[in-house]
C-alpha cells in the first residue's frame, strides 16, 4: 500500500509563491506517473498537472501552464509542485496521487492512491 503526505500549503498574497511536496512511502514511487489536483471550496476536483514516472514529461492545465511546475525526486520518493504568480482563484485545496501507469492520468479513475490535501488560500 502506498501512503502519501502532502505538505507546503498555507495563506499567500496574491503574486506570491509556494511550493508543495508529497512524500510517498513504498519503494514503487519511481514506477509511476504523478499527479496533483485541487478542489475549490464548493467546487469539484479539477487536474492540474501530471508528470510520467522518470520525470522528462509533463503537463499542465491551461489555467495554471506558465506559472505551476511540477517534478519530482525519485530517489526522495518525493514529489513537488512550484506555485507562481498565484491567484485568489488558486485557492483550494490540493492533492497529490498516484497514477495507475507510468505515463499519466487525468481523470480520477486512473488514480489509485490519494493523499490527505494541503489547504493553499491566496488572499490579501
Known amino acids: 500500500e502506498v501512503q502519501l503526505v502532502e505538505s507546503g500549503g498555507g495563506l499567500v498574497q496574491p503574486g506570491g509563491s509556494l511550493r508543495l511536496s508529497c512524500a510517498a512511502s513504498?519503494?514503487?514511487?519511481?514506477?509511476?506517473?504523478m499527479t496533483w489536483v485541487r478542489q475549490a471550496p464548493g467546487k469539484g476536483l479539477e487536474w492540474v498537472s501530471v508528470i510520467n514516472s522518470s520525470g522528462g514529461r509533463t503537463k499542465y492545465a491551461d489555467s495554471v501552464n506558465g506559472r505551476f511546475t511540477i517534478s519530482r525526486d525519485n530517489a526522495k520518493s518525493t514529489l513537488y509542485l512550484q506555485m507562481n504568480s498565484l491567484k485568489p482563484e488558486d485557492t483550494a485545496v490540493y492533492f497529490c496521487a498516484k497514477c495507475k501507469s507510468a505515463y499519466g492520468c487525468y481523470d480520477s479513475d486512473e488514480y489509485d492512491y490519494w493523499g490527505q490535501g494541503t489547504q493553499v488560500t491566496v488572499s490579501s
Open positions: 513504498g519503494s514503487t514511487f519511481s514506477y509511476y506517473a
